[in-house]
């Protein structure tokens, strides 16, 4: 595939690598700020990204740059009608209105909180847990989180992912709080906490604790090039699937769609 990146940070570059060594060829490189990117294109100007990337050649775009960027872009790029497959957190609030975008103008976007395998199936098994532990009243549920300091959102959209497929199992859990408690936690929130520290790539921990023990499930992600080469796929994935119909265009996917 020509694929064009869009967010050409240190992600970017990770993501590049892994596509060059899958094979693929990256036409474009987008990013107001990296100053080897191919174009550097000021946040916001979307016409200008959408020319770009329509210049290039690309069969596909894979966008990880910054929340306050992100959803200009995709409502930029969602009209070329490319496979577009989105990496960045912090917009999940305007979901609706992207979902309503793409069906209204046939594009395909597929977003997920993190595009690592490991991490998809961690969801999967913390779901699983979390189903098990509702079914004894004595045990608790929280989850914590550790980022590099330069991570701009906090907490993370996947321990938000996290949070969401714990409540799905959960009815006990109806409410996330992502603040400091004040006073003593109500029985059916979940807190989602948080640290940044230095260079930690992601660190995500689930405990179910009662007065006899406690159990962790940890996914601790070694470097990017997990989320990079999960990106890379996604994007093969995604395309294929549009190509021979298993998935249909107009319409925002998730991670879930391609397991």
């Not at 979901?95 to 103008?105: K, P, V």
């Not at 699983?128 to 991570?151: G, M, N, P, V």
């Not at 090039?225 to 796929?233: D, K, L």
Request: with cysteine; glycine share 8%; aromatic share 6%.
């Amino acid at each position: 595939m020509k694929m064009a990146l869009v967010g050409y940070g240190q992600m970017g570059h990770m993501i590049e690598a892994c596509a060059k060594k899958a094979g693929h060829e990256v036409v474009l490189t987008v990013d107001p700020f990296a100053a080897d990117a191919s174009v550097r294109i000021p946040a916001g100007n979307g016409a200008a990204l959408a020319a770009a990337v329509r210049e290039s050649g690309a069969d596909g775009v894979i966008e990880f740059s910054h929340p306050s960027a992100v959803v200009g872009n995709i409502t930029a790029l969602l009209p070329l009608k490319l496979p577009l497959v989105v990496g960045t957190t912090g917009w999940s609030d305007q979901e609706d209105e992207i979902r309503s975008l793409a069906a209204e103008c046939g594009g395909t976007l597929m977003t997920s909180a993190n595009f690592s395998v490991g991490v998809n199936l961690f969801y999967r098994i913390v779901e699983e847990a979390a189903r098990l532990f509702s079914r004894f009243d004595e045990y608790d549920t929280a989850i914590w989180e550790a980022h590099h300091i330069r991570k701009a959102d906090s907490p993370s959209g996947t321990a938000l992912e996290i949070a969401r497929r714990v409540m799905k199992a959960d009815p006990h859990k109806t409410e996330i709080v992502t603040d400091a408690f004040h006073e003593k936690p109500q029985a059916g929130q979940l807190h989602v906490s948080s640290t940044r520290v230095g260079s930690v790539p992601g660190t995500h921990t689930v405990f179910f604790d009662s007065a006899a023990d406690t159990i962790e499930l940890t996914h601790t992600a070694r470097s990017r090039e997990g989320f990079a080469y999960g990106a890379v796929h996604a994007l093969e994935r995604l395309s294929l699937a549009l190509e021979n119909g298993s998935l249909a265009s107009g319409v925002l996917y998730g991670m879930n769609d391609l397991f």
